[in-house]
């Protein structure tokens, strides 16, 4: 049984590799008969490389690629617009008929090419490719294509074949596509080098001489794109403004011709350019020539172009003189290209890396000022703040006093310092007598940043310029070359760039405390009078013996005494009054928090927190003082208000209790 089985399946298979072979063989080789008899052109049409479109009245349209690019040769030396280059290839390699006959039947019917227009056709079209099997560089002999009249319904045209065998009878797509005219078949643009594939812009003025009265090579600017920035390579070595360049390169892409063959201007712009702008890419490189503008016609149709100058030019390699419309802000870019084009930002760090910032100022007795990145703690989070101290170096023998730093201040300078721009680019090469009148003999300010994994420093010096008050001359460097190139800023080095210790140390004056301690105990003394404004102990719940006129404001002070902040420091430590601007001031009250903490045979170690603070000044400011850690501080809002509601709402003795009467 599994034996006929098998016998039956073996001849199935073999019946069927049989009517594969001899039948479906057949339909796919008539099919593609069938294609090759509709297609017009064959192989000779897969690679074309050259195309030239003829018509009887003599104009010659030529065209030919090179690599990947069309380019026109006929009537100009252009590049051509690759879509409609594209739209004649891509027709041709696809031209089918509907209908075809043999030129050598016509004769059977008293007919002869004169009929169709073949003898002097309308449109003519020779075409070349390279050899499709070798691949070589030689081209083959050119096809023609002639292109005869219409037929009656006028929707299709008579095409002689290359061989001039057969008459094919083709849509009339074929004579729109041949049609377009060169104002279509030019390319628009004249830089096609896009800002993600430059690599350099090059732009080079030229000024008037002004002892001979002929042009004079000016200044040549290179710019460089290293990795994802820009760097001046000539005259100078600097950053260049990488929004800047890109927003240049995307201006000159989008520069298009206005006329072609204008009246001859008396110079060429490629002999002698007043502008030449160079644009370098992959392997490829398009220089544009700006020569003389173009003389403005005097008369009631005279236009000047909008917002811009018309210029002579060419490209090069191209004989082609046109003008183009250049748009003002462009000129003045490329023209100062030297500051346009520059990067207005003069310090280039990474914040992250920074791990020390010294303050000093030669024109100020007393020593630098430090601010030192501590290491991340075991345990912290990767993107978690880094941790500061404050090194100011002692007089004498005295050691240096390290002290906690705010790290949101030290967030706000570096980011401010990475923000700084420059106002005016003063100098690329100062004299000596220039770097002493913007004051760099005895800078203001002297900025040093240590950075982790380099060797140099970064040193921002700043000087005082007489002429300039609002501003400051800048010089960025290292301690070993203070650098060449003066900028001038906007800086207040006394209010951003203070030297005193109390304006970058930590705002919080006492952490906050530890899980499981409490407040047992809140008094306030009016030290003018003596008496005891409040006073209140608390439960190991929180709550008040007394029941205060204002829990709210019980609770919000020892909410912030839990942990202490102040809002500024006053120069100098603690001291018996307050010198303020033109004033001195007592301490009018003495408040004073007695803590709880916790012991470890569950009882309770008791401390005092002790305060003082003066009266409050206007709305919004009061001061307090604290002898064990030495300072003076402003208070922040919440506590001042807290406190105001807690002393001042004490001696509000509230409305008269009811008298009992209606």
């Known amino acids: 049984m599994r034996t006929k089985v098998t016998l039956v399946l073996v001849f199935l298979n073999v019946a069927l590799f049989f009517f594969i072979f001899k039948f479906e063989r057949n339909w796919q080789t008539e099919a593609a008969s069938l294609e090759a008899r509709r297609r017009v052109l064959g192989p000779e049409a897969a690679n074309i490389r050259s195309l030239e479109i003829s018509s009887p009245t003599g104009t010659t349209v030529s065209l030919a690629r090179n690599r990947d690019t069309w380019f026109l040769t006929k009537p100009l030396d252009w590049p051509a617009n690759p879509h409609a280059v594209s739209s004649i290839v891509h027709e041709l390699q696809l031209l089918e008929h509907e209908t075809s006959f043999r030129v050598a039947d016509l004769a059977k019917t008293n007919q002869a090419l004169a009929d169709y227009g073949l003898d ?121 403004s990488k929004t800047a360049v890109d927003l240049a390169i995307n201006d000159l892409n989008a520069l298009h011709a206005k006329t072609f063959n204008p009246p001859a201007p008396a110079t060429l712009p490629s002999s002698n350019p007043a502008l030449r702008v160079v644009l370098e890419g992959n392997n490829r490189h398009e220089s544009l020539f700006l020569g003389e503008p173009v003389p403005i016609p005097l008369g009631p149709e005279s236009k000047v172009p909008a917002g811009g100058v018309e210029y002579y030019a060419q490209l090069e390699g191209r004989s082609v003189v046109f003008t183009v419309v250049v748009p003002t802000n462009l000129l003045e870019v490329l023209r100062g290209a030297q500051e346009s084009l520059r990067e207005k930002r003069i310090l280039d760090f990474d914040p992250r890396a920074v791990t020390a910032i010294t303050l000093a100022s030669p024109v100020q007795a007393g020593p630098p000022l430090t601010l030192q990145r501590l290491d991340a703690t075991a345990g912290a989070a990767p993107d978690a703040a880094p941790r500061w101290q404050i090194i100011q170096r002692g007089e004498g023998t005295q050691g240096p006093q390290p002290l906690p730093a705010d790290r949101g201040v030290i967030k706000g300078l570096l980011e401010q310092l990475t923000l700084l721009s420059a106002e005016q680019f003063k100098s690329d090469a100062p004299t000596t007598a220039d770097l002493e009148a913007w004051g760099f003999n005895r800078p203001e300010r002297e900025v040093t940043l240590t950075l982790a994994g380099t060797a140099t420093p970064i040193r921002l010096l700043l000087g005082t310029d007489a002429s300039t008050a609002r501003n400051l001359s800048a010089r960025v460097g290292t301690p070993t070359d203070p650098g060449s190139s003066i900028y001038t800023v906007k800086l207040d080095v006394r209010r951003e760039l203070p030297l005193e210790v109390n304006a970058w140390r930590d705002r919080t004056l006492r952490e906050t405390l530890p899980q499981g301690a409490r407040f047992s105990g809140l008094k306030v003394t009016d030290l ?135």
Not at 191 to 215: K, M, N, Y
Not at 545 to 553: G, N, Q, V
């Open 120 to 240: 002097k056709p309308k449109l003519t079209v020779a075409f070349s490719s390279r050899e499709p099997d070798t691949g070589a560089a030689t081209a083959t002999p050119a096809m023609t294509l002639r292109i005869g009249d219409m037929t009656k319904d006028g929707k299709r045209v008579y095409v002689l074949s290359p061989d001039g065998e057969r008459i094919h009878v083709v849509g009339r797509t074929l004579i729109d596509s041949l049609s377009f005219p060169i104002e279509q078949l030019r390319a628009d643009i004249l830089l096609t080098i896009p800002v993600f594939e430059a690599r350099s812009l090059t732009v080079h003025a030229v000024g008037p001489d002004q002892t001979s009265g002929g042009p004079t090579a000016g200044v040549r600017i290179r710019i460089r794109r290293d990795g994802a920035r820009w760097s001046f390579e000539t005259p100078i070595i600097a950053r260049a």
């Open 528 to 662: 003018e009078s003596k008496q005891v404004v409040f006073e209140n102990t608390f439960n190991a719940g929180g709550e008040p013996a007394t029941p205060p006129r204002d829990p709210k404001a019980v609770q919000d002070v020892l909410a912030q005494l839990r942990t202490l902040r102040a809002k500024s420091f006053l120069p100098g430590g603690f001291a018996d009054k307050v010198s303020l601007p033109g004033e001195e001031r007592a301490w009018h009250y003495q408040l004073e928090a007695t803590l709880a903490l916790p012991t470890g045979n569950g009882g309770e170690q008791t401390s005092t927190t002790t305060l003082y603070l003066t009266e409050r000044i206007g709305g919004s400011q009061q001061y307090g003082g604290a002898k064990d850690l030495d300072v003076i501080f402003e208070l922040e809002q919440p506590l001042l208000d807290a406190l105001w509601s807690l002393l001042y709402g004490a001696r509000d003795p509230g409305p008269p209790p009811p008298t009992g009467k209606a």
